[in-house]
């Protein structure tokens, strides 16, 4: 069982950044590849970014790539999403996810826990 509980979302106007960070529980925390995702009121829960096993291998969805940046430490059972140059289409709820394997998947099937969400709003 691994609890996922996200922070740092918050109010930010366009071109700002925000930093989240996902918090897991699970001292097998290495072992579980991590996501993160989104959902905008009204559309379905999209990728945004993943992250493997020891952090050396990424994906970015098209519409984040050049702007974010996930990143993990294991030592601290964390990982993280920073956000620069924010746009008012990237305002969602951002969910961290995981699931113990190695591929890192785009869509929200295989990722067996989903942290609570924080909330992102972008002001124009």
């Known amino acids: 069982q691994v609890q996922l509980v996200e922070s740092g979302g918050g109010l930010v106007q366009a071109g700002g950044s925000l930093s989240l960070t996902c918090a897991a529980s699970a001292s097998t925390f290495r072992s579980w590849t991590v996501g993160w995702f989104r959902q905008a009121p009204g559309k379905d829960r999209e990728f945004v970014a993943a992250?493997?096993?020891?952090?050396?291998?990424?994906r970015y969805a098209d519409s984040v790539k050049g702007r974010f940046t996930i990143s993990r430490d294991n030592a601290k059972n964390t990982v993280y999403l920073q956000m620069n140059s924010l746009k008012p289409e990237d305002t969602a709820v951002y969910y961290c996810?995981?699931?113990?394997?190695?591929?890192?998947?785009?869509?929200?099937?295989?990722?067996?826990?989903w942290g609570q969400g924080t909330q992102v709003t972008v002001s124009s």
């Open positions: 996810a995981a699931y113990r394997g190695v591929v890192l998947y785009q869509t929200t099937r295989p990722y067996d826990y």
């Open positions: 992250i493997s096993l020891s952090g050396s291998v990424t």
